[in-house]
């Protein structure tokens, strides 16, 4: 009889695992025993709990999703008008929780994944309304009607820049990617960037 409480610890280290090795891999060319030897437990286990490769990725993804989301949550919470909105949304996207290697390869192949399959389809979906809806909402009050378009605009950067960044050599540079996303929206609200941003 399994011990109460185990269950979403194993499930969790599984996803961490999944993670881990997507990113060292970078590709979904991983297996569930290499998954499962880095989590500590069976193959039959990890097999168990998710069924499959496939779900295993899902439920990693929906973790960084949700990790992602509860960043923008917080800093959102303190934001004071619409820039520091801003702000606290470009900020969360490349922090050192999520734009770090393994995470970034997760993206890559998420976005791979989701042109076959539809879970993963509609996991994307959902993040990509979650984030053009915050961009919009602190947009309309310093551009108006163009909060639609420039919204567009900054969700497709966000998601080039990480898939650049996979692509590249090296630890991510969190803070250049940063200044770069920053960088085109002070040139689109013809500002100056503020010097007082990380």
């Known amino acids: 009889m399994p011990k109460l409480g ?3 610890i194993r499930k969790r280290a599984l996803v961490n695992a999944t993670i881990i090795e997507i990113g ?3 590709s979904l060319d ?8 880095r989590a500590g437990m069976s193959t039959a286990l990890a097999h168990h709990y998710f ?3 496939e779900a295993i990725f899902l439920a990693a993804m929906r973790h960084i999703l ?5 960043e923008v949550r917080g800093a959102l919470a303190v934001a004071d008008s619409p820039a520091a909105r801003l702000d606290a949304i470009l900020l969360a996207s ?3 929780a999520n734009f770090r290697r393994e995470v970034i390869s997760a993206w890559l192949n998420f976005y791979v994944l989701a042109q076959s399959v ?3 389809r509609r996991l994307l979906s959902v993040y990509q309304r979650r984030l053009r809806s915050n961009l919009r909402y602190a947009l309309r009050p ?5 909060a639609d378009a420039l919204a567009d605009a900054l969700g497709a950067l966000i998601d080039g820049v990480y898939l650049r960044e996979a692509l590249r050599d090296g630890p991510s540079d969190g803070e250049a990617a940063l200044q770069l996303v920053q960088g085109h929206l002070a040139a689109e609200l013809n500002i100056e960037p503020r010097k007082d941003r990380p």
Do not use: C, D, H, N
């Open 51 to 53: 069924g499959g490769k």
């Open 66 to 70: 949700a990790l992602y989301a509860a």
């Open 142 to 146: 310093m551009v108006g009607a163009r």
């Open 6 to 8: 185990v269950e979403p």
């Open 94 to 96: 490349f922090s050192a």
């Open 24 to 26: 060292q891999a970078g």
């Open 118 to 120: 539809p879970g993963a």
């Open 30 to 37: 991983v297996t569930v025993a290499q998954i499962a030897k």
